[in-house]
């Protein structure tokens, strides 16, 4: 993945070939926000539009790379909310169960965990969903969610812990003792 | 001593595997005599593992489109959108079959043309909202299964004068 490189980009080749490098990920982390990957899919060409058009962080015809991403990032993340404000998730555990069958830890985790997790996620404030997706399912660190958040990252450890706390209150002894 | 008050705090630096090495032999040594801050941690424990193994079917949903729509295309959509739909796939796919003049696509984003062979190859063909505008979107087949190359194209920018016979410089791919 590029988004951490820093290279200049020379339109429209590199950029169209970032933004197609980039696609999959910027996907996988709407899916977590929204859990339709169709919606998923219209919000990340959302962002490409928006991208070409505006060309953020571009100067003299050239982007850097590192800019471009993080803007992309932040862009998807907040069309995610807008999305989510303009239409709760449908959360489809039948759905879940099936996509959760084909991942290494499905003898380790029971579906019905991952529903009541997914379910506690969506009571969580924006911010603090937005932070914890970033941190413990994209596996990002701090200062990289800081930069697509654009707040501090001292704020990022802050909603990470406090979106911990909450879902280990709302899920209460769920595999406590396991 | 350290007592639970000054270990509990700990957890979201063991969680994230940043404790120093002191921290570590710390927490070790307060876990090994405590059992509600090792009841604690174990929580801890069990809900990174629940978040990772969503985040990864989460994966395999954006990877397979595993989760369906909460409605049917037919019921999301107005039925003139579907039969605009169905018009511009039928005339995009009469322009990829037409012998000697490869249809001309206006790209609304990118500063290349679609040549006519790989509109003949397109895994799909459909009407793409983007906010409030429509566009059509071709999908490309990738050998990747994980690289998705898909052109967006202004439906009304769509003319049949004939092109050059140049190719354009092609979508994007990867190596």
């Given at each position: 993945?590029?988004?951490?490189?820093?290279?200049?980009?020379?339109?429209?080749?590199?950029?169209?070939?970032?933004?197609?490098?980039?696609?999959?990920?910027?996907?996988?982390?709407a899916v977590k926000m929204v859990w339709n990957r169709d919606d998923a899919?219209?919000i990340?060409?959302?962002?490409?539009?928006?991208?070409?058009?505006?060309?953020?962080?571009?100067?003299?015809?050239?982007?850097?790379?590192?800019?471009?991403?993080?803007?992309?990032?932040?862009?998807?993340?907040?069309?995610c909310l807008?999305h989510r404000r303009r239409r709760r998730p449908e959360l489809d555990n039948?759905a879940l169960?099936?996509?959760?069958?084909?991942?290494?830890?499905?003898?380790?985790?029971?579906?019905?965990?991952?529903?009541?997790?997914r379910d506690?996620i969506e009571t969580l404030?924006?911010?603090?969903r937005?932070?914890?997706v970033?941190?413990?399912?994209?596996?990002?660190?701090?200062?990289?969610?800081?930069?697509?958040?654009?707040?501090?990252?001292?704020?990022?450890?802050?909603?990470?812990?406090?979106?911990?706390?909450?879902?280990?209150?709302?899920?209460?002894?769920?595999?406590?003792?396991? | 001593?350290?007592?639970?008050?000054?270990?509990?705090?700990?957890?979201?630096?063991?969680?994230?595997?940043?404790?120093?090495?002191?921290?570590?032999?710390?927490?070790?040594?307060?876990?090994?005599?405590?059992?509600?801050?090792?009841?604690?941690?174990?929580?801890?424990?069990?809900?990174?593992?629940?978040?990772?193994?969503?985040?990864?079917?989460a994966?395999?949903v954006?990877?397979?489109?595993?989760a369906?729509r909460t409605?049917?295309?037919?019921?999301?959509?107005?039925?003139?959108?579907?039969?605009?739909?169905?018009?511009?796939?039928?005339?995009?796919?009469?322009?990829?079959?037409?012998?000697?003049?490869?249809?001309?696509?206006?790209?609304?984003?990118?500063?290349?043309?679609?040549?006519?062979?790989?509109?003949?190859?397109?895994?799909?063909?459909?009407?793409?909202?983007?906010?409030?505008?429509?566009?059509?979107?071709?999908?490309?087949?990738?050998?990747?299964?994980?690289?998705?190359?898909?052109?967006?194209?202004?439906?009304?920018?769509?003319?049949?004068?004939?092109?050059?016979?140049?190719?354009?410089?092609?979508?994007?791919?990867?190596?």
């Open positions: 993945m590029t988004d951490a490189c820093g290279e200049l980009l020379s339109p429209p080749t590199d950029l169209a070939r970032l933004l197609t490098e980039t696609r999959p990920r910027l996907i996988r982390l899919e219209e990340v060409q959302e962002a490409f539009r928006l991208a070409l058009r505006d060309r953020p962080g571009s100067s003299h015809d050239s982007t850097t790379a590192v800019v471009l991403t993080s803007w992309l990032w932040r862009t998807v993340t907040n069309l807008n039948a169960a099936t996509a959760h069958a084909r991942t290494p830890h499905n003898t380790l985790v029971a579906t019905e965990e991952l529903g009541r997790l506690a404030p924006d911010q603090q937005v932070a914890l970033l941190k413990t399912m994209e596996q990002m660190e701090y200062p990289r969610i800081a930069q697509i958040m654009q707040i501090t990252e001292s704020a990022v450890r802050a909603h990470v812990h406090q979106a911990r706390q909450k879902l280990m209150r709302l899920l209460g002894g769920d595999g406590n003792e396991s | 001593m350290t007592n639970c008050h000054d270990i509990q705090p700990l957890a979201d630096d063991w969680l994230d595997d940043s404790l120093t090495a002191s921290q570590r032999t710390e927490l070790e040594a307060h876990l090994a005599r405590c059992d509600a801050c090792r009841a604690f941690f174990r929580r801890c424990e069990r809900l990174a593992m629940q978040l990772v193994a969503l985040g990864d079917a994966n395999v954006a990877e397979t489109g595993a369906p409605l049917p295309l037919w019921r999301r959509a107005a039925p003139w959108r579907i039969a605009a739909a169905i018009a511009l796939v039928a005339t995009a796919g009469w322009l990829a079959t037409r012998v000697g003049t490869p249809p001309r696509f206006a790209p609304s984003n990118m500063n290349s043309e679609l040549p006519r062979e790989s509109l003949g190859t397109a895994s799909e063909v459909r009407i793409a909202m983007l906010g409030k505008a429509e566009y059509l979107q071709v999908r490309l087949p990738s050998a990747d299964p994980h690289v998705h190359i898909v052109w967006l194209y202004e439906p009304m920018v769509l003319a049949a004068e004939p092109a050059s016979n140049e190719a354009g410089s092609g979508p994007p791919t990867l190596n």
